[in-house]
């Protein structure tokens, strides 16, 4: 089967400027992440979807950051405006059943300067 | 919120040499999962193990639940065993994947 589909791969902006994210999850699967690792830490959730509806983003710095999953597939996470310490490898996963499952992309490595 | 911790941060290793990565949690969990993120940034699952033994080759792993903490030895290292692994629990209150800090392990040829 195929895995989970992310681009761009690499994406370097100004701070200020706005970026966006897509995400395609495994057909199939009901549930959707979206990761923030910042280098040298472990991922981070931000945001995550059950099918097109949002089940956590507490973690979502919600006054730059969204996120949305049009008809239960794929997913876009957008940030605007970018901020210097938004410089990181944002990774999707997606999920059938929530515990097991668990399949990562590749990640976008996102370098604000 | 759960905590994980993981130790050794870093670890350096020659091939052919044996090492155990532990991960710490502070609360009970539905389940756990090991990842080995490699130098390309992807993360690949190497268990599911909320509890007991498993093996897979060289690598086994061992979850004690009770006692909130799970093991991943790595035998015979090999130089692509290089990167950075992490453990990430499940629990039901949040239903969400949280990771540890993670261990850098460099396998020197």
């Known amino acids: 089967e195929a895995g989970v589909a992310q681009s761009p791969r690499y994406k370097i902006i100004e701070k200020r400027q706005s970026v966006a994210f897509w995400c395609n999850p495994i057909?199939?699967?009901?549930?959707l992440y979206w990761y923030q690792q910042i280098l040298g830490q472990g991922p981070k959730l931000l945001i995550q979807f059950q099918n097109n509806g949002v089940v956590d983003d507490s973690q979502l710095p919600k006054d730059r950051f969204s996120a949305e999953r049009l008809k239960g597939v794929d997913s876009t996470l957008k940030i605007q405006p970018a901020k210097l310490e938004d410089s990181a490898v944002y990774l999707c996963?997606?999920?059938?059943?929530?515990?097991?499952?668990?399949?990562f992309g590749s990640g976008t490595r996102l370098t604000v300067v | 919120g759960i905590q994980v911790e993981q130790s050794p941060p870093d670890l350096i290793l020659q091939e052919g040499a044996n090492s155990t990565l532990r991960c710490n949690f502070s609360d009970s969990v539905n389940n756990l999962q090991w990842f080995h993120q490699n130098p390309w940034g992807q993360l690949i699952n190497l268990f599911y193990?909320?509890?007991g033994t498993k093996q897979n080759g060289r690598l086994s792993a061992t979850t004690v639940a009770t006692e909130r903490y799970s093991l991943l030895y790595i035998s015979s290292s090999q130089t692509t065993d290089s990167g950075v692994y992490f453990c990430a629990v499940f629990t039901s209150g949040t239903y969400k994947y949280i990771f540890g800090t993670g261990t850098r392990l460099k396998v020197l040829a």
């Open positions: 996963a997606s999920s059938p059943t929530g515990d097991y499952g668990y399949t």
């Open positions: 057909s199939g699967h009901a549930t």
């Open positions: 193990i909320p509890s």
